[in-house]
């Protein structure tokens, strides 16, 4: 599941980052902004006379699926959010080591009586 939510991520922002870039390439309705500055009339010549038609549609088309991509990753997530395994997300369990006696202090040796 969550390669898909990846992958549908991945489209959202492909998607959005294509609906900037329409909105940006259509002309004001003054026929001024950055829609000329963008190369207006490039689009005419790629698109034809009727450029504000194929941007709008444009426009229209990706914003749908702007909204329909982000409605299904919502409902993606509340899925994966109440279907998810509680194990999965536990860490594992180790057995204790065992227990080895108690070291044993080091006696210091004798010191003998100093000479002289």
């Excluded at 898909?4 to 922002?13: A, D, E, K, Q, S």
Aim: glycine share 8%; net charge positive.
């Amino acid at each position: 599941m969550s390669l898909v939510i990846g992958i549908l991520t991945f489209i959202l922002i492909l998607t959005s980052l294509f609906l900037v870039l329409v909105v940006l390439m259509q002309r004001a309705k003054t026929d001024g902004g950055m829609g000329a500055a963008m190369g207006g009339g490039i689009t005419e010549s790629t698109f034809g006379a009727e450029t504000s038609n194929v941007l709008s549609k444009a426009t229209i088309n990706g914003a749908i699926l702007f909204f329909v991509l982000s409605f299904v990753l919502y409902l993606a997530h509340i899925y994966q959010t109440k279907h998810h395994v509680d194990a999965d997300n536990k860490l594992p369990t180790i057995a204790a080591p065992a227990t080895l006696p108690a070291p044993q202090p080091a006696t210091p040796a004798p010191v003998g009586p100093k000479k002289p």
